[in-house]
């Protein structure tokens, strides 16, 4: 398995990663539905657990992985507590469109 | 010792705050005089030729050099007379007015008079920085609160104009203060013992004057003043124009130069000339206003220009003619402008074109306005000639031209101080004016105090100068160019 | 006599103190004799001192020291020497019978009380100028007479033109004591102290063109004090003023203190003969000037204060020639005959019941025998008639004018003595002579003034009579030759004469043919003059029915007129201009103009903060694209 991943350059993780990231990028900046945007948050953060993950297998150091753990407890929290939110914004306004949410101007 | 000064003010405040009721100006008043009489003990038991006196120290943040010290020598008690001099003219002028709240009145003032003595006393750089600010917080509330037609704008140009002025102040003080050896301190001694470049120096003293001369004012920067002070209640403006205006002259003095003596050269012709044109042309704005208060303002100005012009030539008559002047000019312009308020309690106006015929109807009100408007004016043997004369006299030795422009204020003063006086008191009686009645017995206490010093001091000057002599042979000793 | 030389000055002011904070509520007798009393004080004291100096020299006292900073030590001293006492003697003598006079003339004003302060503050302003030991002092003087003639001019200030008047009479003295208070300045700087005595003993120290700077500068103090053009106009202005003000102060002494001035610092002046020419120059042409503007004034006040101008403008010929002790003789001999003309004056005012204009008067010299006596006396005493004062003293003047300047000189000098003759003739035969031409309830009121102002009047006459043989010419051969010069020639203070006897190269004959050409043509004018001004159609008329020339006198030139133009109204459109366009427009503009833009800055910027998540997130990821771009590229 060690070799299977390793035979793969690490650049392509890389570039990989960083495509991935960009769409999350992209996504957030340019959709307004609150869901999609969520999901694309968690889109960057699997970009960077992935490379994590690459990277710690390269260099044979297990703390990346360990760090990947942890990314995925946080991001696990935060939708659950963005979602909330978002269902919570959703009663309210009855729409998940971001742009409608200005209330912080002012 | 030098602590009561600003301890009994600020407990008397705390105690007007706390207490409330009517009473409170009586404990402003026996506060005041108790400060007073705190003075006059101080300069009884003083020694001339001694550089620091009554010297307070408390450490305050050692790390940083910062400590709680005060000290006084003879330039120092000729503020701080100054101060507690003015204090209770002031305060029982103030008497003659009811104010909405009067304990917050009473409190902002005294805090105001506890801070003005810190400035003068403080010997510990960053102290001197939050007196100078601190001095700014009554003054503003007691404007803004008090205040006339349109207070909020123009106090708030007064803040803003004032505060932007002193934070180029504490750069400049910050960065002399880093260049102190060791773990830097903010003493004064430490700070002036520091040799900087003169490209440095140079920021250094444009930082200070910036603040010092906004103060003052000193043209171009004084276009807050004729506005605050006209919009001020009484006395508020005489707190302004008595004693605040001096903490600029002071600062100039204390810790502009001796800080930043290497760019002396480069700006001193700069900033005499622009004293001395600020004399000159707020001296000619003077001649044409109709409201006695902006007249009294551009006054000020005028003579304050005059006195920093004295002084920034840094010579022994100069300084010496500026140090007494400070102390006659705050007289003067306290009863000046006490006497503007009298006016405008008994007839409603400060506009000179309704009064007239004043001398008719109130004989000893004429009698006290025409003394202190000799002081003003600079008649020999009252109390402002004798700093005239030697403020001129240094501006001349520093250059003859700049001494014959600055001389024509003793020209204009007269021109607009005898219109304001002939305006007001001469000419036949109006329906208003014929009814003026003439002064109470407490405005005749505090005006027939004010005319008294004005002849005292006219007639026996040397009894000032004696005070501030060994220390401006120390200052100018140390400092020659 | 050193410990009572203080009081000299003090007792006046003493009287001052008491009337001005008492007087109100005491009787006139008692205000009255505090206000002269006082002064008889000083004066006997003064006659003391005059023994004293005459004998032994010049007294010296020191009150307190005024100030000290640096080498700069000013005392409160006084220093009496031979001119000092002289004018101590003028000014307390002559103002002794001036308050006197005053006692009957202000009998009726409710300001009776202030108006004796006001006289007594002056006479310790004048004597304090007199007798100071330094240039300081002199300045305290200075000023302080100014401030009293300020008082005094608007003694009556529910006038509003009085007042301004007043305020015309300071402002014009303030400038001439800007350019004493530089010369002062000059002063020390040269010579390193301000005491006459210091100052006279090393003239030398000082090069030409600081010395010629000094009197200059000196001396545009003088031309404001002392009425001089172009700092003449406030002279005939002050005659707001009651009339013994007029007497006193415009005419008797204060207006002397430039004379003064430049007699003290002989010294300075006779090192710098540009300075002198300047003098003599600016002395001549204001005697002319003001002379002429006299010919045609209506007002009887007016024409004497043109009439002090004009022979102020005598003294300071006489002082531009270097003959400093007769200019002090002619300020002596001008003293006694121009008080007396004022108190006459003021006595025909009185009797006439406020009346000025001398073409509602005539013939008063029935109704007022005594004051037109002295009238008369004073009138030939200013225009030269032989033996009275003023013919020694203007006799002196031309002399030394012929002498040191030259025929042109002497020309101008005698063109004033005729125009002299004729305005003051003029005024004595218009009020006195002829039919009276005012109304007949002032016919009714006239009557001659009381005792205790004609004597006085009789007095001075009696001085104007005798006073010029204090000094009469050496040709002449009389017991005192030139008395007074040879007293003012007594070793000073400075240990050099107080003032320097002039010389004098004419022939004795040269000296006789010029007197005798001035007194021929001053006793033909005064015949020929009755024969004009008693007629009545040669009487003064109404300013339009004159021609344009005499019009144009009438307006004294329009000087004021011009001085309004020049100097007034372009001060006042600055004074507008500065506050509107420069303060409030331009330097305050500035400011809140940085205010606005600030205020502008945050308008706009607030537009990026709308609340909207993803321009946030745009700019977020931006600024994190840009900060990968600068630190990796």
Redesign the interface.
């Known amino acids: 398995m060690l070799e299977v991943i390793r035979s793969i350059p690490i650049d392509y993780y890389v570039y990989y990663a960083a495509v991935l990231f960009i769409i999350g990028?992209f996504g957030?900046?340019t959709r307004?539905n609150a869901i999609i945007v969520l999901m694309c948050i968690e889109l960057m953060l699997n970009a960077v657990n992935l490379l994590l993950a690459a990277f710690s297998t390269y260099l044979a150091d297990a703390q990346g992985q360990i760090m990947v753990f942890f990314i995925m407890v946080v991001a696990a929290a935060e939708a659950a507590v963005g979602l909330g939110i978002l269902v919570m914004i959703y009663r309210n306004t009855k729409s998940t469109d971001?742009?409608l949410?200005?209330?912080?101007?002012? | 010792m030098s602590l009561l000064f600003i301890l009994i003010p600020i407990l008397a405040s705390l105690a007007i705050f706390a207490l409330r009721g009517t009473a409170v100006r009586n404990i402003a008043l026996v506060a005041t005089l108790a400060n007073l009489a705190v003075t006059v003990f101080c300069g009884l038991t003083f020694e001339p030729g001694q550089a620091e006196q009554c010297a307070f120290h408390l450490p305050w943040v050692p790390a940083a050099g910062i400590s709680f010290s005060l000290g006084m020598d003879g330039i120092t008690l000729l503020m701080v007379l100054l101060t507690n001099l003015l204090a209770p003219l002031i305060v029982v002028s103030s008497f003659s007015r009811t104010f909405d709240n009067e304990p917050r009145y009473y409190g902002l003032v005294m805090l105001m008079i506890g801070a003005l003595n810190g400035v003068f006393l403080a010997t510990d750089g960053l102290l001197f920085y939050i007196f100078y600010e601190l001095a700014l917080i009554p003054i503003y509330f007691i404007c803004a609160i008090w205040g006339g037609q349109d207070r909020i704008r123009v106090t708030l140009k007064f803040f803003i104009y004032t505060f932007i002025g002193s934070l180029f102040m504490l750069l400049s003080l910050l960065y002399v203060y880093l260049q102190t050896p060791g773990s830097h301190s903010f003493a004064w001694a430490d700070l002036v013992a520091v040799q900087l470049t003169p490209d440095a120096a140079w920021w250094v003293m444009l930082g200070f004057f910036l603040a010092f001369a906004v103060k003052m004012p000193v043209f171009p920067f004084h276009t807050w003043q004729p506005d605050t002070y006209t919009t001020a209640p009484m006395g508020g403006t005489m707190l302004l124009a008595g004693i605040m205006l001096k903490m600029g002259i002071y600062g100039v003095i204390r810790w502009m130069v001796p800080l930043s003596p290497e760019a002396w050269g480069a700006w001193s012709p700069i900033f005499i000339t622009l004293a001395v044109i600020g004399i000159v042309y707020a001296s000619l704005i003077a001649v044409k206003q109709n409201d006695m208060k902006r007249l009294l303002a551009y006054s000020s100005i005028a003579h304050v220009g005059l006195i920093a012009a004295g002084i920034l030539a840094w010579n022994k008559t100069g300084m010496q003619g500026g140090l007494i002047q400070m102390l006659n000019h705050g007289i003067n312009v306290v009863g000046l402008f006490c006497i503007a308020d009298l006016i405008e309690r008994r007839l409603g106006t400060r506009s000179l074109a309704d009064l007239g015929g004043i001398a008719k109807s109130a004989p000893k009100f004429a009698t006290l306005f025409m003394i202190i408007m000799l002081g003003s004016v600079a008649v020999p043997l009252t109390n402002g000639f004798v700093g005239e004369f030697l403020l001129l006299n240094g501006v001349w030795n520093y250059n003859f031209w700049l001494g014959a422009i600055a001389g024509l204020t003793i020209i204009y003063g007269a021109v607009y101080m005898l219109r304001a006086y002939g305006m007001a008191m001469f000419g036949e009686t109006n329906t208003e004016t014929a009814r003026f009645a003439d002064v109470t017995t407490r405005e005749g206490l505090v005006l027939g105090t004010i005319a008294t010093l004005v002849v005292v001091l006219g007639f026996f000057p040397q009894v000032i100068l004696n005070v501030t002599d060994g220390s401006v042979n120390r200052i100018l000793g140390a400092m020659q160019f | 006599m050193n410990q009572l030389l203080p009081l000299i000055p003090f007792l006046p002011f003493l009287g001052f103190v008491i009337n001005g904070l008492f007087g109100k509520n005491m009787s006139k007798t008692a205000v009255g004799l505090i206000g002269s009393g006082t002064l008889l004080a000083s004066f006997l004291l003064t006659v003391a001192c005059f023994n004293q100096v005459s004998t032994s020299g010049p007294i010296q006292s020191v009150l307190y020291n005024f100030l000290t900073v640096g080498n700069l030590q000013i005392n409160f001293g006084f220093l009496v020497d031979h001119l000092s006492v002289w004018m101590m003697l003028i000014v307390t003598g002559v103002g002794f019978l001036i308050h006197v006079y005053s006692i009957g003339y202000m009998h009726d004003d409710a300001g009776f009380w202030k108006f004796f302060a006001y006289l007594n503050l002056f006479i310790f302003s004048m004597l304090l100028l007199v007798m100071g030991d330094n240039f300081v002092m002199l300045f305290f003087g200075w000023e302080g007479v100014g401030l009293c003639s300020y008082l005094l001019i608007g003694f009556w200030y529910t006038n509003r033109d009085y007042g301004v008047a007043a305020r015309k009479a300071f402002i014009m003295n303030r400038i001439g004591d800007l350019g004493l208070l530089l010369g002062i300045f000059l002063i020390f700087k040269t010579y390193g102290s301000l005491d006459y005595a210091e100052v006279f003993a090393r003239l030398g120290n000082g090069d030409t063109a600081t010395i010629t700077t000094i009197c200059i500068l000196l001396f545009i103090g003088a031309m404001g004090k002392s009425a001089q053009i172009p700092l003449y106009t406030w002279l005939p202005d002050a005659m707001a003023g009651p009339t013994p003000v007029s007497a006193l102060i415009h005419a008797a002494t204060m207006v002397t203190a430039g004379v003064y001035l430049v007699a003290r610092c002989n010294g300075l002046y006779s090192l710098s003969p540009d300075a002198l020419h300047l003098v003599a120059i600016i002395g001549t042409f204001t005697a002319i000037f003001a002379a002429i503007i006299g010919l045609r004034q209506n007002d009887i006040k007016k024409v004497l204060a043109y009439s002090t101008v004009s022979q102020l403008g005598l003294m300071f010929l006489a002082l531009g020639m270097g003959a400093y002790s007769t200019a002090i003789f002619h300020v002596t001999t001008h003293a006694f005959f121009k008080a007396l003309l004022f108190l006459a004056a003021g006595s025909v005012i009185h009797g006439m019941g406020g009346e000025q204009d001398i073409r509602n008067m005539g013939g008063l010299r029935k109704a007022m025998p005594i004051t037109f006596w002295v009238f008369l006396i004073g009138t030939f005493a200013i225009s030269g008639f032989p033996l009275l004062s003023g013919f020694f003293s203007k006799d002196e003047i031309f002399a030394y004018a012929y002498g040191h300047g030259g025929p042109i000189w002497w020309g101008l000098g005698l063109l004033t003595t005729v125009l002299t003759t004729v305005y003051m003739c003029r005024l004595l035969y218009v009020t006195f002579f002829g039919d009276f031409r005012g109304t007949d309830e002032q016919k009714h009121h006239l009557h001659e003034s009381p005792k205790v102002m004609t004597i006085p009047l009789m007095i001075l006459a009696t001085l104007a009579v005798v006073g010029g043989f204090l000094n009469t010419p050496h040709f002449l051969h009389l017991g005192s030759a030139q008395w007074l010069a040879h007293w003012f020639s007594e070793t000073g203070a400075a240990g050099s004469s107080v003032i320097p006897m002039a010389e004098m190269h004419l022939e004795e004959s040269t000296e006789w043919a010029l007197m005798l050409i001035t007194t021929g043509l001053v006793l033909a004018l005064i015949v020929a003059l009755y024969f004009v001004y008693t007629k009545r159609d040669n009487l003064p008329v109404a300013d339009s029915a004159q021609s344009s020339l005499a019009r144009l006198i009438a307006h004294k030139f329009y000087v004021d007129e011009i001085y309004d133009f020049l100097f007034i109204k372009p001060t006042e459109r600055l004074s507008k201009l500065f506050h509107y366009y420069v303060d409030i427009q331009g330097i305050d503009g500035l400011v809140n103009g940085v205010g606005r833009g600030v205020e502008g800055l945050g308008t706009q910027f607030r537009k990026l903060q709308n609340g909207n998540i993803e321009y946030y997130l745009i700019g977020m990821v931006a600024g994190v694209v840009l900060l990968f771009l600068t630190l990796f590229l």
């Open positions: 990028v957030v900046l307004r971001i742009s949410l200005d209330k912080l101007r002012n």
